[in-house]
C-alpha cells in the first residue's frame, strides 16, 4: 500500500498479538488533529498540507483494513506515556 506512489510505502506502527488473534495498532500523535510546526519554519500553508496528508494516509490505512477484514485500533499519543498505557487498556486491552 502506498500513499502517493511507490517511493512512499505506507507502514503501520505495530502489529499485536492479543487473546488468540492479532491487530494493527497506529499511536496517533499531535500532528493527526491539528496543525504541529515542528522546526518553526513551516508556513500556515505547509502546516495545512502537512495536517491533510496525515489525515489522508490515516484514513487509507482505515479503508485498507476496513478492506481486508484487518482491525485497526487508533489510540492518542500526547507525549504522556501513562496516559498512552491508560488508553491501551481501556480502549485494545479490556475490551
Known amino acids: 500500500m502506498y500513499y ?3 517511493d512512499f510505502p505506507l ?12 491487530f494493527l495498532l ?3 500523535g ?3 488533529d491539528k496543525f504541529v510546526n515542528w522546526n518553526g519554519k513551516l508556513t500556515e500553508n505547509e ?6 496528508e496525515n489525515k489522508d494516509r490515516d484514513e487509507l490505512k482505515n479503508k485498507y483494513c476496513h478492506s481486508h477484514g ?4 487508533r489510540v492518542a499519543w500526547n507525549g504522556n506515556k501513562d496516559n498512552l498505557i491508560q488508553e491501551l ?3 485494545i486491552y479490556e475490551k
Not at 484487518?70 to 485500533?73: A, G, K
Request: aromatic share 12%.
Open 4 to 6: 502517493k506512489n511507490k
Open 11 to 22: 507502514r503501520f506502527d505495530f502489529q499485536v498479538w492479543h487473546k488468540e488473534s492479532w
Open 26 to 28: 497506529e499511536v496517533d
Open 30 to 32: 499531535t500532528q493527526h
Open 47 to 52: 502546516m495545512n498540507i502537512a495536517l491533510q
Open 70 to 73: 484487518i482491525r485497526i485500533e
Open 89 to 91: 487498556k481501556k480502549n
